[in-house]
């Protein structure tokens, strides 16, 4: 148990591992209902900018909105092109919020400095961008030129935590949507045989949803078998419960996640019997690819297979279903 558990922890020291990062917390409109507003604000709390910038772009978040809806689309998609690094449509952006309301605020709880720095130097320049230019003077006379209006910054009000999308709660709502669902392969050797370890093949479902701080609980379902064992083949059906967390920022493109998993087995070779596992992996997002690696203890009620067994496994999952990227 001890190897598997070394192999698995130097699997992860060759990987680059920043510190957690914490969900970004978005503030919506007031009392807002609208579905494509929330599920953005979802997205935007977890950095998945470009699906963000999607649904800030669609019909859903575009038409039929009140007048603190569409301020709040048009400061969230340039907080998006920021964060895509779109700097032209960023400023475009957050030019038609502050030209709509010059009091507008970010909607972000901590908002970093660049960002920011970059709204608040809009709210100056944007009403001399859009200043109509003066007629051309005569040219007998030549008066001297006006000096240059700066407009004092104002510094933006307090932001109401009540509407904060990530303050420790979850909703139901919020759950149902952040569904994954992956489907694959799954191999794993029992390293209790001093023959050598013995193969198990077959496949696995998973499904998953969010909790809070980037925290995922899933279920899954196992089916195995093999023909290597000396007592005859063994069939094995395990379901497990799963709990994981990001070991590195979340994006559309890639992830990595460390897990712990647990749960009962059904097993049969010329009879019927149970057990348990339970055990540590890491699981490697890449698009819609999973590669996830671990090991697990594994305690069996059939004294012919050993009372209990170190497992190493191996899974290659495809996802069927969830938002787009990790």
């Not at 969230?76 to 964060?83: D, K, L, R």
């Not at 489907?183 to 496949?203: I, V, W």
């Amino acid at each position: 148990m001890k190897r598997l558990l070394l192999a698995v922890l130097s699997l992860a020291t060759f990987l680059p591992v920043p510190a957690l990062a914490a969900a970004q917390k978005v503030t919506l409109p007031t009392k807002t209902k609208n579905a494509c507003i929330r599920k953005a604000a979802r997205l935007v709390s977890f950095q998945k900018y470009e699906g963000a910038l999607t649904e800030l772009t669609s019909a859903g978040c575009t038409e039929n909105l009140g007048t603190e809806e569409q301020l709040w689309v048009d400061t969230m998609q340039g907080v998006v092109y920021n964060g895509l690094g779109q700097g032209t449509e960023a400023e475009a952006a957050f030019c038609r919020a502050l030209l709509a309301e010059p009091l507008a605020s970010l909607p972000l709880e901590r908002p970093t400095t660049a960002l920011n720095d970059l709204f608040e130097k809009m709210r100056v320049d944007c009403p001399e961008r859009n200043k109509p230019k003066p007629p051309p003077e005569p040219v007998v006379q030549a008066p001297p030129p006006p000096e240059p209006v700066v407009a004092e910054a104002t510094p933006p009000p307090a932001e109401s935590s009540s509407d904060s999308m990530f303050d420790g709660s979850f909703s139901l709502s919020g759950m149902r949507d952040s569904l994954e669902v992956y489907a694959g392969l799954h191999g794993e050797a029992d390293l209790q045989r001093l023959s050598g370890p013995l193969p198990l093949y077959g496949a696995n479902v998973q499904g998953s949803v969010h909790l809070f701080h980037g925290l995922r609980a899933g279920v899954g379902l196992t089916a195995l078998a093999s023909t290597r064992f000396s007592s005859g083949p063994l069939f094995l059906l395990m379901a497990d419960a799963r709990l994981s967390y990001p070991i590195l920022p979340a994006n559309d493109r890639f992830g990595l996640r460390v897990y712990a998993m647990g749960g009962p087995l059904l097993y049969t070779t010329s009879e019927p019997a149970g057990g348990a596992r339970a055990g540590l992996g890491l699981a490697l997002d890449v698009s819609k690819l999973r590669v996830s690696l671990g090991g697990a203890y594994e305690w069996r009620s059939n004294y012919r297979l050993g009372y209990s067994a170190p497992m190493a496994f191996m899974e290659l999952g495809w996802k069927f279903a969830g938002p787009g990227g990790m």
